[in-house]
């Protein structure tokens, strides 16, 4: 079975998971990179993240160079914007018709949201089998060691 880890990272805390994920199972790796970059610093930083969330945008990205049907599983990971998932992936889900895959999904955020990320991404792209779901809490800051093996030890779990 091919794996990919499909990712949104603004300050690097998804990145860190995804990539120690992608580390552990030997996947392939699908960064989602926009073409204008959001602010990462100050009130603009919460602003115009809340503002794309709120109103669905779907930011232009640069090139994806992997074809997802290649995949059997799909590991989709965001940071959590105004609740749920970061306006990139709204662009992606959208360029991309995600259909009898087995997808785990992680997050990270500063304090929660996770909830409502999973169940709004089930709603669109149901036709999955969703075989996990993890969240860290500001890997970088707070426990970067210990959110990396828990990370890990889910993945690994998850596809034996």
């Not at 929660?112 to 036709?127: H, L, M, S, V």
């Not at 828990?150 to 998850?158: G, P, S």
């Amino acid at each position: 079975m091919r794996n990919l880890v499909v990712f949104y990272s603004l300050e690097g805390n998804t990145r860190l998971i995804a990539e120690s994920i992608a580390k552990a199972i030997n996947a392939d790796v699908l960064e989602l990179k926009t073409k204008k970059k959001y602010s990462d610093k100050g009130f603009k930083k919460y602003f115009w993240r809340g503002k794309s969330v709120i109103f669905k945008e779907k930011p232009e990205l640069l090139y994806l160079d992997k074809d997802i049907n290649q995949y059997d599983n799909i590991f989709i990971g965001t940071p959590i914007w105004v609740g749920t998932y970061a306006a990139p992936l709204n662009t992606f889900l959208k360029n991309n018709k995600i259909e009898k895959k087995n997808i785990g999904l992680f997050a990270c955020h500063g304090g929660g949201g996770a909830t409502k990320f999973f169940n709004n991404i089930k709603k669109e792209i149901p036709n999955n089998k969703f075989i996990g779901e993890i969240d860290f809490m500001e890997p970088l800051k707070n426990n970067k060691e210990e959110d990396v093996r828990k990370a890990i030890m889910w993945v690994k779990e998850l596809i034996g």
